[in-house]
C-alpha cells in the first residue's frame, strides 16, 4: 500500500472511531441500568483511544486528520432526555454487534496490506482487538437480555 493509500485508510479509520465515540456517548446517557451506563461511558473512552491513536498515526505521516465520511448516530435527537426501553436497547446492542463486527473486518484487511511500518502494524492490531472484546460484550449482554425476556 502507497503512503498515500495509508493515509487515506487511517482517515477513513478516523471518522469510524470518531462516530462509536458518538453512538456510545448517546447510550451512556440513555440507558437507565447503571452497570450498563459505566460500560457504554468506559467503551467511548476506548474509542477515544483509538481516534487518538489514528490522529496521532495520521499526524507522523505528514497528514492532517479528517473525516472522510461523515456518519450520524441514529440515536442523536430524538431519544434527548428519555431512556432507552428494553426494546430499543436490544435493537441498539444489535447495531452495535454489527458496526464493532465491520471494524473487525475493516482492520483485518488494513492489516494485511500494510506492510512493513512495525508501528502501524501494532496499532491496528490494538484497535482490532478492543473491537473483538466490544463485539463479545455486547453479544453475551444481548444474550442475556434475550433469556430474561422470553
Ligand atoms: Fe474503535
Ligand atoms: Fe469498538
Avoid at 102 to 118: H, L, N, P, Q, T
Avoid at 134 to 141: G, I, M, S
Amino acid at each position: 500500500m502507497t503512503k498515500e493509500k495509508i493515509i487515506k485508510q487511517l482517515n477513513i479509520f478516523y471518522g469510524l472511531e470518531l462516530f462509536q465515540v458518538d453512538v456510545y456517548t448517546s447510550q451512556s446517557k440513555w440507558v437507565n441500568d447503571i452497570y450498563m451506563r459505566k460500560v457504554f461511558e468506559r467503551m467511548a473512552v476506548i474509542e477515544q483511544q483509538h481516534v487518538d491513536n489514528l490522529a496521532s498515526k495520521i499526524r507522523e505521516m505528514g497528514a492532517t486528520p479528517s473525516k472522510i465520511v461523515e456518519m450520524t448516530t441514529p440515536y442523536a435527537g430524538a431519544l434527548t432526555g428519555k431512556t432507552l426501553s428494553l426494546t430499543h436497547l436490544k435493537t441498539a446492542l444489535k447495531t452495535n454487534i454489527v458496526f464493532e463486527r465491520e471494524a473487525m473486518k475493516m482492520y483485518k484487511d488494513f492489516i494485511m496490506g500494510v506492510g512493513s511500518d512495525e508501528e502501524l502494524f501494532e496499532l491496528l492490531w490494538g484497535n482490532l482487538i478492543d473491537e473483538d472484546l466490544h463485539a463479545v460484550w455486547f453479544t453475551n449482554k444481548l444474550k442475556e437480555l434475550e433469556a430474561v425476556t422470553h
